[in-house]
């Protein structure tokens, strides 16, 4: 926990520390074909990190911040089911998806060149 970025993709923002994995929705530089087992990835939207009691702040990034990880696999989240009715009118649509993401792992934190 003394140790943390935050850092955007996929149209969110995530809190990452090294050694742990996270599903998103997707890479926005990355093809579906290349989202292949053990991809290394290389984050630079990095928003803020935090080193002990140290926080460095991006306007909007952090300028020589990047986060280091790979991709584990490709997957499916859990089924999204939409259901409309109108009342009075006899009117029912159910639909549904799965969204596709992703899982990867982050490696390491860098800033400035150094590890942190």
């Known amino acids: 926990m003394s ?4 850092i ?11 050694g742990r994995f996270y599903n998103i929705r997707h890479f926005v530089s990355l093809t579906p074909n290349e989202l292949e087992q053990n ?5 630079y939207r990095v928003l ?13 990034w952090l ?11 490709s997957c499916l989240e859990k089924k999204i ?5 109108i009342s009075k009118k006899k009117t029912r649509r159910k639909l549904g998806h ?5 899982r ?7 800033l400035n060149g150094k590890e942190i």
């Open 3 to 6: 140790k943390y970025a935050i």
């Open 8 to 18: 955007e993709t996929g149209g969110q923002q995530l809190r990452v520390e090294t």
């Open 39 to 43: 991809t290394k990835i290389l984050i």
């Open 48 to 60: 803020m990190i935090r080193q002990e009691s140290t926080i460095k702040m991006g306007h909007p």
């Open 63 to 73: 300028k020589g911040a990047i986060v280091k990880g790979r991709i584990l696999h």
């Open 81 to 85: 089911t939409i259901y409309k009715m």
């Open 98 to 102: 799965r969204q596709k993401s992703t």
């Open 104 to 110: 990867f792992i982050v490696d390491s934190i860098f």
